[in-house]
């Protein structure tokens, strides 16, 4: 959905560099879910936050990486010290309250990063 | 633990023909929601449909539609008449409820790959 706007759409780093991958919500929508998509591989669930708090990280790579979603502005996606086993695309999704009936999660278009 | 099979990985069809996606699940919850998402070579992600576990009904879109079989735990998505610009990676994938509420961690099937030739 055109309304989760995501930035940069592509990313190249080279190994050993930070990349930040930025999610503008919907509008009006205060939950937060990051995806990852390796090459040829369905999305796999990485964190999911809400307005300043992390509600839920168990997909998160314990080491390098790091979310925040904070009172203005953008959630951000960090991956320290990029290897090239990072190279993916990564997925933003937003929701205006939990999830479930009557309500889905709208998909921004994807930051795909690629380290060199 | 969750999980979503979509046994078929890529599938190629001739325009105009008919042609079935199949998504088999597993969950511990009563209470789920299932998903069909439309990939295009473009990559963003097409939401296409939610259901609920308690609604069994099939339903109909336009060319599309979806069996939902709690019995064989499987949610099937059927593509009629086929075009070319159905083609694209289509994903399944399953949102539990736990407590009750669900919070939109999705979990994804593998992917199926539709081609549409002319």
């Known amino acids: 959905n055109a309304g989760v706007m995501q930035n940069p759409r592509h990313l190249v780093r080279r190994r050993g560099q930070e990349a930040r991958l930025r999610c503008s919500p919907m509008?009006?929508?205060?939950?937060v879910y990051w995806y990852r998509q390796l090459p040829e591989e369905g999305l796999k669930f990485m964190v999911y936050?809400?307005?300043?708090?992390?509600?839920?990280e168990s997909g998160m790579p314990k080491e390098r990486f790091s979310a925040e979603f904070p009172k203005e502005g953008p959630s951000i996606l960090r991956i320290q010290q990029v290897v090239r086993g990072d190279s993916a695309a990564y997925f933003c999704?937003?929701?205006?309250?939990?999830?479930?009936?009557?309500?889905?999660?709208?998909f921004g278009q994807g930051t795909r990063l690629t380290v060199v | 633990a969750q999980k979503v099979t979509q046994a078929q990985t890529e599938i190629s069809v001739v325009e105009k023909e008919d042609v079935t996606l199949d998504c088999v699940y597993e969950?511990?919850?009563?209470?789920?929601?299932l998903f069909w998402y439309k990939q295009p070579p473009s990559g963003e992600l097409v939401f296409l449909i939610r259901?609920?576990?308690?609604?069994?009904q099939n339903e109909i879109s336009g060319r599309y539609s979806w069996n939902f079989q709690k019995s064989t735990s499987s949610f099937n998505f059927t593509i009629t008449a086929s075009q070319v610009v159905d083609s694209a990676v289509y994903f399944c994938?399953?949102?539990?409820?736990?407590?009750?509420?669900?919070?939109?961690?999705?979990?994804f099937g593998q992917g199926t790959i539709l081609t549409v030739h002319p």
């Open positions: 999704a937003s929701s205006p309250r939990l999830t479930g009936a009557n309500t889905e999660a709208f």
């Open positions: 509008k009006g929508h205060s939950h």
């Open positions: 936050l809400q307005k300043e708090n992390i509600i839920d």
């Open positions: 969950t511990r919850d009563t209470t789920y929601y």
């Open positions: 259901r609920n576990s308690f609604d069994e």
């Open positions: 994938a399953l949102s539990e409820a736990s407590g009750g509420t669900s919070y939109g961690k999705l979990t």
